[in-house]
């Protein structure tokens, strides 16, 4: 795993409650190659962790083989992957809002609307999501959202190709 530190350190206050799932956005054509795969997780990891004017981060993003980097220490920092956001926790039972103080964001790869995730990614995101549940237990897998759960109308990631039941599956497979 690739380790970034270039980023608005905003210490992190209290329990981690969940994680919010996103996409990148990027590769609006419909076949990329893997070369290309592997340059956009490179500038998009490296971006995430870089501070402008229109400042945005993630703790990790996952490429297209797997590959994944950590771009912001969730043990002592919070990121800004969120913007306006809130949901209903049922374990909390509370409305949650301001989703970058309380979870840790993930970035896929990709455009969740034009391509399907590869095995790789769904994997890698199975096994992180366990290891953030042992490592932080306050996170209850039902608050293992997408963007769009969060920010209903103003967001659509992961992605209307994002297969839940098949993230869910593997996930136990690593909870087990």
Known sequence: MVIIDG???RKREGDWHG???????IGERKTISASKWKQLYENITAYLGAKDKNYVSAHYTIGRE???AQVIDAEKY???HAGKSEHWCGHHRRIISDWNRHAIGIELIGDGNIHE???EQY??????????MDRYKSIHPL???GHEAISPGRK????LLFDWHKFYKLLWSYVS
């Open 143 to 145: 608050n293992i959202l």
């Open 78 to 80: 919070q990121s800004f």
């Open 123 to 132: 994997k890698e995101l199975a096994r992180l999501c366990a290891n953030l």
């Open 66 to 68: 797997g590959e994944t």
């Open 7 to 9: 980023y608005d350190k």
């Open 117 to 119: 995730y590869s095995e």
């Open 19 to 25: 994680i919010v799932i996103h996409h990148t956005g």
């Open 156 to 159: 659509d990631d992961p992605g």
